[in-house]
């Protein structure tokens, strides 16, 4: 339930860098609360069965939103963090269809037959890695074991890479159910693309954005990065127009967080070609003036749409969602996730399937879902989760909208939370009444820091070792 202030409009963004750069920590990006380096190795299959079970004693089902992990590319990019598998050799592809197929025939099982699917995406790795007949078979293998809205109202989005497709291609994927479409670009200055090996020019990326304007596809976002190697600010100003040049309906501006400890790609990457700090927020700076005088709206952390796209539209009317794809305009679905390392949030619990295919593999031979470890939530983490992901969507928190939906009274459960928060107020990153949060622009861009404050688990240690410095910086 949404408990946002509906039908606000998120105010525009004060970028204030001196006080970013004291502020800047690592931190979660609450794709999920609990963030999944709290998920605990004994739930495996039957956990995850048993709450499938509960479901189906509720009178009302939520619909799906289902995701499809594909982690094959045909070369490395250094920068690189995914789960992901490097080969030329697509026979591979082939054997992981067929226990991709067989996962999902498992949970449609346990799920029960015909349940309505209202969101689908395809990530990776990269999932047009899979031929054109194989992605046809998959997608044929999803509609006869679940019911699909309409392609009017339903979201079917995939991941491609512009330099794996060609424009009969993407006409296909139109045909095959997809609607959304997402390219990754990262950068458009061919140096930048020689130093983290993505080499992608630019006719590739604007014929695919093209083709799928022409083959009808409802949203075309794309995806960039700042902080790579080569990047200045006259790099990023080029890219940023030559994107607003394009006119996509969706922009994802990551920052790229250096890791060679955790990531050995990165390995591959000239230290001494990465930004300084202080640049780096110079660049995210540019983007934000650049793509908001185009007339694009921050939706929060990476994210921008224009003004009448889907997540603006939901954010507007209180109904913007966080999952593990980013924000979503689909929030009362449960999200059920198939492939090596996918994550399912389905009720009030997490689970992540096997992160090699090795075991991925086993688990499906051995007739059980591949599931490596899972959460179920307590009553506290329900309330947490609530309160994390209104202000990550809204930036605001009705206290009496969270008071209503879990039977608490606020300022006594937050006591001491309301307390760290009072010196946030105090540096204008947000402001607190006795009815409200709200973020203020200056604390937009800070949000994770504020959301943090409502984390019991961070900073307490975690089962899995060095889990806490896989957390990018705030900013």
Do not use: W
């Not at 879902?369 to 930036?395: N, S």
Request: proline fraction near 5%; hydrophobic fraction near 40%.
């Amino acid at each position: 339930m949404a408990t946002g202030q509906a039908g606000a409009t998120p105010p525009a963004v004060h970028f204030d860098a001196q006080l970013i750069a004291k502020m800047s920590q690592q931190g979660p990006r609450y794709t999920s609360y609990p963030t999944a380096d709290r998920f605990r190795a004994g739930y495996g299959h039957a956990e995850y069965a048993a709450v499938v079970a509960g479901l189906g004693q509720q009178k009302a089902r939520l619909p799906l939103s289902l995701y499809l992990h594909i982690p094959f590319c045909e070369s490395l990019c250094y920068y690189c963090a995914c789960n992901k598998i490097i080969t030329k050799e697509h026979e591979k592809a082939a054997i992981y269809l067929g226990y991709l197929m067989r996962e999902i025939d498992m949970q449609a099982a346990l799920l029960g037959s015909g349940q309505r699917v209202e969101q689908l995406h395809l990530g990776g790795g990269t999932p047009t890695y899979l031929s054109d007949a194989q992605m046809a078979q998959l997608m044929a293998h999803l509609r006869s074991r679940f019911t699909f809205a309409g392609d009017d109202s339903g979201e079917y989005s995939i991941e491609i890479d512009p330099r794996t497709v060609d424009p009969e291609r993407i006409r296909s994927l139109r045909r095959q159910g997809f609607n959304r479409v997402s390219l990754g670009v990262q950068d458009f200055d061919p140096e930048v693309q020689k130093a983290v090996n993505r080499i992608q020019p630019d006719a590739l990326t604007l014929d695919a954005i093209t083709a799928a304007r022409d083959a009808g596809f409802r949203s075309i976002s794309i995806d960039l990065i700042y902080g790579l190697p080569k990047q200045s600010l006259k790099t990023i100003g080029e890219t940023l127009a030559k994107v607003v040049a394009a006119s996509p309906d969706r922009i994802s501006i990551y920052n790229y967080a250096h890791m060679p400890q955790l990531f050995k790609s990165q390995r591959l990457i000239v230290d001494a070609d990465l930004p300084s700090d202080q640049d780096k927020l110079a660049m995210l700076g540019l983007c934000i003036e650049r793509l908001t005088a185009a007339g694009y709206v921050y939706i929060g952390m990476d994210h921008f749409a224009k003004p009448d796209d889907e997540l603006a539209v939901a954010q507007r009317s209180g109904q913007l969602h966080r999952n593990f794809q980013g924000y979503s305009t689909h929030a009362d679905t449960d999200m059920v996730s198939c492939g090596v390392s996918a994550i399912s949030a389905v009720g009030d619990s997490y689970c992540q399937n096997e992160k090699s295919l090795e075991r991925y593999y086993a688990g499906l031979d051995a007739g059980h879902l591949p599931v490596a470890r899972g959460i179920e939530l307590t009553p506290d983490d329900v309330i947490r989760r609530d309160v994390i992901g209104r202000l990550m969507c809204d930036f605001s928190l009705s206290v009496c909208s969270v008071e209503r939906s879990h039977g608490i009274e606020f300022d006594a459960y937050f006591a001491s939370e309301l307390a760290r928060l009072r010196e946030f107020e105090r540096d204008g990153l947000l402001e607190l009444s006795p009815s409200s949060l709200t973020v203020t622009p200056k604390g937009r861009l800070l949000v994770r820091n504020l959301c943090m404050v409502f984390d019991k688990y961070f900073g307490t240690p975690s089962d899995i070792p060095l889990q806490r410095m896989r957390y990018s910086k705030t900013i």
